[in-house]
Antibody
Framework: EVQLSESGGGLAQPGGSLRLSCAVS????????MSWVRQAPGKGLEWVSV????????YYADSVKGRFTIFRDISKNTLHLEMNSLRAEDAALYYC?????????????????WGQGTQVTLSS | SYALTQPPSVSVAPGQTARISCGGK??????VHWYQKKPGQAPVLVVF???DRPSGIPDRFTGSNSGNTATLIINRVEAGDEADYYC???????????FGGGTKVTVV
């Protein structure tokens, strides 16, 4: 059974940093593209970042580009999200999600397995 | 960047059919995926590639996609279907992951 388990959330100050982790079991992390998706209180789902299987192809939402970094530790089968220069609007429940390719001429990903999320709270 | 538009809410009686729209420019050229999100739970994929279902999802859930609108269809709605539903696409830009704003389905 595939399981994703997020950790590392907590209380941070605006301008501060946090590192989120997503421990993966049941699959090899480098066999799948993986994303972080967040949901702020009372808001909808927002895609944050993706790392493709090659490990070198990463993309970010405009709202976090230049402040967040996605990376992985293959030896620990763990995906990370390093979050710097945190803002009030970064407060959210952060999910990691496994991605699969949809059918078609190019890979139009969907998220088939999700973790339970880790909460990030901002307060000065 | 690509944008998806969903109605904020849809109300439906038990046993009836709920239709949730997802609008986007030429969305018919993309694969659309749908998620069910209940409070306190992780999102669940209910439809992928416009009209395919993951294993374990009832065949009451289906979808369509053409032109500028994709639609999630829930037949024979049950009380347990009450949730927020999100459409999602993956485009070719540098920020490719896109979700719609979500639709709250209320069973009345």
């Amino acid at each position: 059974e595939v399981q994703l388990s997020e950790s590392g959330g907590g209380l941070a100050q605006p301008g501060g940093s946090l590192r989120l982790s997503c421990a993966v079991s049941g699959i090899n992390l480098d066999d799948y593209a993986m994303s972080w998706v967040r949901q702020a209180p009372g808001k909808g789902l927002e895609w944050v970042s993706v790392m493709k299987t090659d490990g070198g192809s990463t993309y970010y939402a405009d709202s976090v580009k230049g402040r967040f970094t996605i990376f992985r530790d293959i030896s620990k089968n763990t995906l990370h999200l390093e979050m710097n220069s945190l803002r009030a609007e970064d407060a959210a429940l952060y999910y990691c999600a496994r991605m699969r390719c949809g059918s078609g001429s190019y890979c139009m990903y969907f998220f088939d397995i999700w973790g339970q999320g880790t909460q990030v709270t901002l307060s000065s | 960047s690509y944008a998806l538009t969903q109605p904020p809410s849809v109300s439906v009686a038990p046993g009836q059919t709920a239709r949730i729209s997802c609008g986007g420019k030429n969305i018919g050229l993309l694969n659309v995926h749908w998620y069910q999100k209940k409070p306190g739970q992780a999102p669940v994929l209910v439809v992928f590639d416009d009209d395919d279902r993951p294993s374990g999802i009832p065949d009451r859930f289906t979808g369509s996609n053409s032109g500028n609108t994709a639609t999630l269809i829930i037949n024979r709605v049950e009380a347990g279907d009450e949730a927020d539903y999100y459409c999602q696409v993956w485009d070719r830009s540098d920020h490719p992951g896109v979700f719609g704003g979500g639709t709250k389905v209320t069973v009345v």
